[in-house]
């Protein structure tokens, strides 16, 4: 009953999140089958096609969904962040069963059948139309049929890029540790998988598959018109808001939303994006108009430059390089958010582990947990073990940011990489080593603009500084804390802060 209550409180963001995964899971499968169906019957006619059709598309099926994403995005008029992205990734999946079930369904009608229709003088089109495709066609909708159920799953991973739809609440929840938020946008999704499998099943074991395909084709178009208008974006003139995916980054991105929609301005958010990059490159193409960006991090991971301990001279030096790729950064919101290891304190106490370089005579017992990104970053794991001169004897976990805490506290690692404004390492006590070698670099939040989207906004640049100095280190804990430990709605926490620092306009 506690799960149905907060379903029905979000029952307005839960429909307009369902229409876009029906927008998403039925424009894909209309496209697939669009593509598909013509060239599964070129591959009856000209069979030395076959296989290397077949084999390039059953080549994009093992490509993970993730990494296929992240190689549609840097690619002109196909990629960037959101639904054609997505849409395109899809497509691509749905591709392998209806090329594999119309070639076979063509090629498994009875030769004397077509035999007999040559015999009755039928063209070679009129046997395709008349003949081939009606006794394929319970074929043919088993392949839809698969290619449909599976969009419907792969569509929730689409939220990681901004596309929307269901996945959205599935990686919020993950990003904030809320089982409630995972379960809305699963549970709902696992209903429209069975929906979409019972009626296409319906329609492939129909007396008249042809009649029945026809009708769901054209429900299909109803249903796409209705679910685009419930589902449609933002106009044109909207700031897109854009965020990383992790509790601090949503709230965050709320934050900046909601100042900018009591100053006037229309706002689409784009929260929950995949990682860096991705927030970085969408506003280097446009797709993004802001998002919230640490100084550290884009010295290091993104300019890839040698970090520097001195503040000033990170958000100098950050500034000057943005400026060359079209940038401005803002001045900075008031908060540093370093990275942090953090270990339970019964291991603290019994270890005697107060510093980083007192992990040193335990790291070949200790379990590392962390987020993969920071395998990958200059300023990440190598870094450190390199400074700190010592190597832990098993390979670190990688899980998502909003796990590692959980994982920690279940002692199913030992040591985390987190951030400094976690909310979670007060809220349950963890003990946050000193860098005593002073290894990270500052990360002062700061927001990320193009030239071109200040241009096109006047007063954004002069609304996003009205936040410099206004977030501390213990505020942004506090609202981080409220979020994965309270489980508050960061829209909530985000407008509470707002009205307490006076910054919303009436």
């Known amino acids: 009953m506690s799960f149905l209550h907060f379903l029905a409180s979000r029952r307005a963001e839960l429909m307009t999140l369902t229409a876009q995964h029906l927008v998403l899971v039925a424009a894909s499968t209309a496209a697939a089958v669009a593509l598909g169906l013509p060239l599964g019957i070129a591959m009856t006619r000209l069979r030395r096609l076959a296989r290397p059709i077949l084999a390039l598309a059953g080549l994009v099926q093992t490509i993970p969904s993730l990494a296929l994403f992240g190689f549609l995005i840097p690619l002109p008029l196909l990629g960037g962040i959101g639904t054609r992205t997505a849409l395109v990734a899809l497509i691509l999946y749905a591709l392998l069963p209806i090329l594999q079930n119309t070639y076979a369904g063509i090629n498994q009608v009875d030769r004397t059948v077509l035999e007999a229709a040559t015999a009755l003088g039928m063209t070679g089109g009129q046997r395709l139309r008349m003949v081939e495709l009606p006794l394929a066609l319970p074929v043919i ?20 890029i901004g596309a929307g739809g269901l ?7 993950i990003a904030t540790v809320d089982a409630r938020l995972i379960l809305a946008g699963a549970v709902p999704a696992a209903v429209l998988a069975l929906l979409v499998d019972a009626l296409l099943g319906a329609v492939e074991k129909s007396r008249r598959p042809f009649r029945a395909a026809t009708a769901l084709a054209v429900g299909t178009l109803l249903t796409l018109g209705a679910a685009l208008v419930m589902s449609r974006p933002a106009r044109g003139t909207a700031v897109v808001v854009g965020s990383k995916n992790f509790t601090e980054q949503v709230v965050l ?24 990059n991705l927030c970085h490159q969408g506003v280097l193409s446009g797709e993004l108009d802001v998002y919230i960006e640490y100084t550290g991090t884009a010295l ?5 430059q040698p970090a520097h301990s001195d503040p000033a001279v990170v958000l100098q030096e950050v500034r000057q390089r943005y400026r060359e790729l079209g940038l401005v950064v803002a001045d900075p919101l008031g908060f540093n958010n370093t990275y942090a290891l953090a270990v339970r304190p019964d291991d603290a106490q019994r270890l005697g582990l107060r510093r980083i370089s007192d992990l040193a005579p335990h790291a070949r017992t200790l379990r590392v947990g962390l987020f993969g990104e920071f395998l990958e970053r200059p300023d990440g794991m190598k870094g450190l073990l390199a400074t700190y001169g010592f190597r832990f004897g098993t390979p670190p976990r990688e899980m998502d940011l909003g796990l590692l805490y959980t994982a920690l506290v279940n002692r199913q690692v030992d040591v985390v990489v987190g951030s400094a404004t976690d909310g979670l390492i007060s809220a349950l006590g963890l003990v946050v080593l000193e860098d005593d070698r002073r290894y990270f670099p500052p990360y002062d939040a700061v927001s990320i603009s193009s030239e071109k989207s200040l241009q096109r906004h006047p007063g954004l640049h002069e609304a996003l500084n009205a936040l410099a100095g206004r977030i501390d280190e213990d505020g942004m804990r506090r609202m981080n804390h409220a979020v994965d430990s309270e489980r508050r709605d960061p829209a909530q926490v985000a407008r509470e802060f707002l ?3 006076g910054l919303v306009r009436r």
């Open 141 to 160: 909708l088993a392949g839809v049929r698969i290619a449909a159920v599976v969009s419907v799953g792969t569509a929730t991973i689409a939220a990681a």
């Open 300 to 304: 290091a991971d993104i300019l890839r």
């Open 253 to 276: 991105g709320e934050i900046v939303s909601q100042l900018l929609e009591s100053r006037g301005f229309e706002v689409q958010r784009k929260l929950n994006l995949g990682g860096t």
């Open 499 to 501: 009205d307490g620092a």
């Open 167 to 173: 996945g959205t609440y599935v990686f919020r929840g």
